[in-house]
């Protein structure tokens, strides 16, 4: 019996990482910490304004690849929306970068439904996605104050937990 519910947990669990793939992301690169930190570019949910990674120098950025149909995404929102007001007047920036394939109708109904909010961006070409080679969502990369990628983080994590907030906070001095 226990041999069976590994293998049903160890199948369901392949299924869900296979599933969570995007084309783009299959071909992506392989981003490193200590190295610096791959320049993209998004768009803005909130103007429709382009985003280019590199004008945050001088802020620690919490890069976040996510999606509205990804359940531990939507799990951590709420710690990320408690973090991002705990940093408010700290060179800190949160870019929360939408893989949605419906873009900014579905993202725009998702937070109205929610009642949730992030700074979110739009990875309209996937470019973004490849050059961090996500291999899933969430994803997150903690880049310094010089651009370097420090952290990355795969799945998701209660950004609001003091060891999270420390961790940025220290980032921010």
Do not use: H
């Amino acid at each position: 019996m226990q041999r069976i519910m590994f293998l049903f947990l160890a199948c369901l669990f392949l299924s869900v990482t296979a599933c969570s793939k995007t084309e783009s992301q299959k071909a992506g690169g392989v981003v490193k910490e200590q190295s610096p930190a791959p320049d993209i570019s998004v768009v803005s949910l909130a103007n429709g304004k382009p985003l280019k990674l590199s004008s945050l120098k001088g802020s620690v950025v919490l890069l976040n690849f996510w999606a509205t149909w990804c359940p531990p995404c939507r799990e951590e929102i709420p710690s990320m929306m408690k973090l991002n007001s705990a940093m408010t007047g700290k060179p800190f920036q949160m870019v929360a970068v939408s893989i949605d394939e419906g873009g900014k109708p579905v993202i725009e109904s998702f937070f109205k439904d929610t009642g949730l909010l992030l700074p979110t961006y739009i990875d309209e070409s996937g470019a973004a996605a490849k050059a961090y080679g996500i291999t899933g969502v969430p994803e997150s990369f903690i880049i310094d104050k010089q651009g370097v990628l420090v952290k990355k983080i795969i799945g998701g994590l209660a950004w609001d937990s003091p060891e999270a907030v420390s961790y940025i906070d220290g980032l921010t001095k």
